[in-house]
C-alpha cells in the first residue's frame, strides 16, 4: 500500500550486505530557534505525534512532561498497533485527529512533501498553522524542548540538559543510541547471524557496564535526572515485556541487574515517566502489527509489571 511515494506495509528495508539494520536518516530536521531558517519557538503552534510504543517518541512525551510543556505543544496520540496503512489515528473520536484530520500519519507526510519516499514516523512535529510535517529528528528533539522552549517551562522545571554536562550528556547519548536504543533493533532486525550476535554483545556490554556506574551514582549524571536517563529509562522499559523475547536480547532480564531495575523503577514511579509507559500498548506494538513475526497474533499474558510499583530504595 502506497500513500504519496511512502511505502507503508513492506518488512525493514534498511539492511546492509552483512544482514546488518542500518536506521534511515530523518528527513525532517530544521532546528527550532530564533534565527534565519530555524523553526519560530512559539506556544500553541506545535503538535507532537507519537505512539505509546515507540520509544524515539515516548522520550519527547516524558521530557515535555518533566519541564510542564503540555500546554505549549499539543499532543496526538495514534494507536499502538501500527496497520497496514500506517501510524492510525483510531483513538479519536470517529478515527481521525481531532486537530490534524488525518486518520493515518502517512497522509500529512505526502501533503508536505509529495516526494517523501521513507518511512512515516513518530514522533513527528506538524506546524499547526500550515499543517505540515516540520520536524521528525527524534534525536534532537528533546534537546528543543529543554533549550530554546525553555522561556515556556513550568516555574519548578528540571534542567535537564545542564550546561556544564552538555558535552558529556550528548557523548552518552551517542554511545546510548548506537549500543542500546538502536542497539536492541539491530539484534531484532538482523538478517545474519553476526550481525545478530553482534548486536547482542554490543546490548549486553552495555549494561553490563551502566550497571556498575549505576552502583554508586542515582542517576546517570548523578543525583538529578538528564536527558540520558529518559533515553535509558525509555529502553529499559520495554526490555523484559518485548525485546528480550521479540528481539532475541535475552542474556539476561532487566530485572536479573539489581541496579539497572532499581534505578527503572524510581524513574517509573515519576509520573512523567510512569504515566506514559503504556506496558500493555508496549507489548501489542511489537508482538502484534505487519511487522511482527507473528501470524496468529499471540499477544502473551507475562510477564507481572506491577512489580514494577515496588520500592526501589535509591
Ligand atoms: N525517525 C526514526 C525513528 C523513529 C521510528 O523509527 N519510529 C517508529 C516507531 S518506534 C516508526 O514510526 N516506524 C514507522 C515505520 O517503520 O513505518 C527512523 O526513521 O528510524
Given at each position: 500500500?502506497?500513500?504519496?511515494?511512502?511505502?507503508?506495509?513492506?518488512?525493514?528495508?534498511?539492511?546492509?550486505?552483512?544482514?546488518?539494520?542500518?536506521?534511515?536518516?530523518?528527513?525532517?530536521?530544521?532546528?527550532?530557534?530564533?534565527?534565519?531558517?530555524?523553526?519560530?519557538?512559539?506556544?500553541?503552534?506545535?503538535?507532537?505525534?507519537?505512539?505509546?510504543?515507540?520509544?524515539?517518541?515516548?522520550?519527547?512525551?516524558?521530557?515535555?512532561?518533566?519541564?510542564?510543556?503540555?500546554?505549549?505543544?499539543?499532543?496526538?496520540?495514534?494507536?499502538?498497533?501500527?496497520?497496514?496503512?500506517?501510524?492510525?489515528?483510531?483513538?479519536?473520536?470517529?478515527?481521525?485527529?481531532?486537530?490534524?484530520?488525518?486518520?493515518?500519519?502517512?497522509?500529512?507526510?505526502?501533503?508536505?512533501?509529495?516526494?517523501?519516499?521513507?518511512?512515516?514516523?513518530?514522533?513527528?512535529?506538524?506546524?499547526?498553522?500550515?499543517?505540515?510535517?516540520?520536524?521528525?529528528?527524534?534525536?534532537?528533539?528533546?534537546?528543543?524542548?529543554?533549550?530554546?522552549?525553555?522561556?515556556?517551562?513550568?516555574?519548578?522545571?528540571?534542567?535537564l540538559y545542564?550546561?556544564?554536562l552538555?558535552?558529556?550528556i550528548?557523548?552518552?547519548?551517542?554511545?546510548?543510541?548506537?549500543?542500546?536504543?538502536?542497539?536492541?533493533?539491530?539484534?531484532?532486525?538482523?538478517?545474519?547471524?553476526?550481525?545478530?550476535?553482534?548486536?547482542?554483545?554490543?546490548?549486553?556490554?552495555?549494561?553490563?557496564?551502566?550497571?556498575?556506574?549505576?552502583?554508586?551514582?542515582?542517576?546517570l549524571f548523578?543525583?538529578h535526572i538528564t536527558d540520558s536517563d529518559?533515553?535509558?529509562?525509555?529502553?529499559?522499559?520495554?526490555?523484559?515485556?518485548?525485546?528480550?523475547?521479540?528481539?532475541?536480547?535475552?542474556?539476561?532480564?532487566?530485572?536479573?541487574?539489581?541496579?539497572?531495575?532499581?534505578?527503572?523503577?524510581?524513574?517509573?514511579?515519576?509520573?512523567?515517566?510512569?504515566?506514559?509507559?503504556?506496558?500493555?500498548?508496549?507489548?501489542?506494538?511489537?508482538?502484534?502489527?505487519?511487522?511482527?513475526?507473528?501470524?496468529?497474533?499471540?499477544?502473551?499474558?507475562?510477564?507481572?509489571?506491577?512489580?514494577?510499583?515496588?520500592?526501589?530504595?535509591?
Amino acid at each position: 500500500m502506497t500513500i504519496g511515494k511512502i511505502v507503508t506495509s513492506e518488512k525493514v528495508k534498511e539492511i546492509d550486505k552483512n544482514g546488518k539494520f542500518v536506521r534511515q536518516h530523518n528527513h525532517f530536521t530544521a532546528p527550532f530557534g530564533d534565527q534565519a531558517g530555524m523553526l519560530p519557538v512559539e506556544a500553541g503552534r506545535y503538535r507532537l505525534l507519537w505512539a505509546a510504543v515507540c520509544p524515539w517518541a515516548h522520550r519527547s512525551i516524558i521530557a515535555i512532561k518533566l519541564l510542564g510543556l503540555e500546554n505549549v505543544i499539543s499532543i496526538g496520540k495514534a494507536s499502538p498497533v501500527r496497520t497496514k496503512q500506517g501510524w492510525e489515528f483510531s483513538l479519536d473520536p470517529n478515527g481521525v485527529d481531532p486537530v490534524l484530520g488525518i486518520r493515518y500519519l502517512p497522509e500529512i507526510y505526502a501533503k508536505t512533501d509529495p516526494d517523501y519516499s521513507g518511512r512515516a514516523t513518530v514522533p513527528t512535529v506538524v506546524d499547526v498553522k500550515t499543517g505540515k510535517v516540520v520536524n521528525n529528528d527524534y534525536f534532537n528533539l528533546t534537546y528543543y524542548w529543554e533549550t530554546v522552549f525553555k522561556p515556556f517551562h513550568k516555574a519548578d522545571a528540571p534542567d535537564l540538559y545542564p550546561e556544564h554536562l552538555r558535552a558529556d550528556i550528548e557523548e552518552l547519548n551517542q554511545t546510548l543510541f548506537h549500543e542500546l536504543n538502536n542497539g536492541v533493533y539491530k539484534a531484532g532486525f538482523a538478517q545474519s547471524q553476526q550481525a545478530y550476535e553482534d548486536a547482542y554483545n554490543l546490548v549486553f556490554n552495555r549494561l553490563d557496564e551502566l550497571e556498575k556506574r549505576l552502583s554508586h551514582s542515582r542517576y546517570l549524571f548523578g543525583d538529578h535526572i538528564t536527558d540520558s536517563d529518559i533515553r535509558l529509562y525509555v529502553t529499559l522499559a520495554r526490555f523484559d515485556v518485548a525485546y528480550y523475547s521479540v528481539f532475541n536480547t535475552n542474556r539476561n532480564r532487566l530485572v536479573d541487574f539489581p541496579h539497572l531495575w532499581a534505578y527503572s523503577r524510581r524513574l517509573y514511579q515519576i509520573p512523567a515517566f510512569g504515566s506514559t509507559t503504556d506496558f500493555q500498548a508496549i507489548k501489542q506494538g511489537y508482538y502484534l502489527g505487519d511487522h511482527a513475526k507473528n501470524p496468529y497474533d499471540i499477544l502473551p499474558l507475562g510477564p507481572d509489571v506491577s512489580i514494577w510499583y515496588t520500592s526501589n530504595n535509591r
